[in-house]
């Protein structure tokens, strides 16, 4: 049969973690939501969710691909690196920049 691989970036990944959130986070309404809609279109992402992670292309991009706020912690996949520099060069910037995670 055929197989299929859905990871970080891919939208599904963040609306299925929204709809197993949405019952938990409150907006500041206090309306339960799970993004206003899928983040493939273009739905809001539901407040007080932070993507962390350590790697630019996946964690990062994901994150900033469904409406998420971002930190990156920069002793992980990056620790070889200038943070920085490289997400300058990749023209993707994390919201926040971390260098451990504890």
Do not use: W
Not at 21 to 31: A, D, M, N, P, Y
Not at 59 to 77: F, S
């Amino acid at each position: 049969g055929k197989v299929g691989y859905i990871g970080k970036p891919h939208p599904l990944v963040y609306e299925m973690a929204f709809a197993e959130l949405s019952g938990i986070l409150q907006t500041e309404q206090g309306e339960a939501r799970s993004g206003g809609g899928s983040v493939s279109d273009g739905g809001k992402a539901p407040l007080k969710i932070i993507m962390i992670g350590d790697n630019l292309l996946t964690d990062i991009l994901g994150g900033k691909r469904a409406g998420l706020d971002t930190i990156l912690v920069t002793q992980g996949v990056l620790k070889e690196e200038s943070a920085e520099a490289y997400c300058r060069k990749a023209q993707i910037l994390p919201d926040y920049l971390l260098t451990q995670f504890a």
